[in-house]
């Protein structure tokens, strides 16, 4: 141009339709191609941080609502259990894994965007070859990580509750759900 600055711009196809690229020298387009600076970092981390935390705040609501019918059913399959809590016996296994199981179905009929949206991309920029990946991976290890914590607290420490655990995983997760994925429960308030 007569700024003495270059421009480029093509267009690529792609999986779907098509990839528009554009190119510059001038000090603005340089600038934003640079390094992360630590505004950029510090910015990043507060957008986090307060997506992160405003999705906890639902938490209390969303574990209540998700809690009752999982809760209900452990409760009834207690006369499968016949008063042997213990993890020795099959009944408790199968009355904690189909009240896991009810609530995971609950809590996706009722987020059904956890399909689609791809966690921290409302904060972070995700490559493409992430994002897959990430959408599988983080509500498994979601998963894993509340029902973890919630044998720890409870059969690991010898209070052979199904009631406790039940309810501590999905405490838990409830919270970690949240925090990733509550930012979305909050842009569609």
């Known amino acids: 141009n007569s700024d003495g600055y270059l421009y480029a711009s093509w267009v690529e196809p792609a999986d779907e339709g098509f990839k528009v690229y554009l190119a510059g020298t001038t000090p603005e387009m340089v600038e934003a ?8 970092a510090t910015r990043v ?15 209390p609501l969303a574990a209540l609502l998700w809690m009752i019918i999982p809760l209900g059913v ?22 904690i894994i189909i009240s896991i199981v ?33 959408q599988f991976a ?16 409870t059969y690991r420490r010898g209070n052979e509750s199904p009631f406790y655990l039940v309810a501590l995983f999905i405490a ?4 970690m759900t949240m925090a990733v994925y509550g930012i979305v429960v909050l842009g569609a308030i």
Do not use: C, H
Not at 80 to 85: A, E
Not at 172 to 175: I, L, N, P, S, W
């Open 33 to 40: 191609f640079n390094p992360i600076t630590i505004n950029d």
């Open 45 to 59: 981390t507060g957008e986090a941080t307060f997506g992160i935390l405003a999705g906890v705040v639902l938490s």
């Open 74 to 95: 452990l409760l009834f399959t207690g006369i499968f259990r016949k008063g042997n809590d213990s993890l020795s016996n099959p009944a408790t296994i199968i009355s």
């Open 102 to 134: 009810i609530y995971e179905v609950i809590k996706l009929g009722s987020l059904p965007f956890m399909r689609t949206y791809v966690p921290f991309s409302a904060w972070i920029p995700l490559p493409d070859w992430l994002q897959s990946p990430l």
């Open 138 to 153: 983080v509500p498994i290890v979601t998963t894993i990580v509340a029902l973890w914590f919630a044998w720890f607290l």
């Open 172 to 175: 838990a997760d409830a919270v």
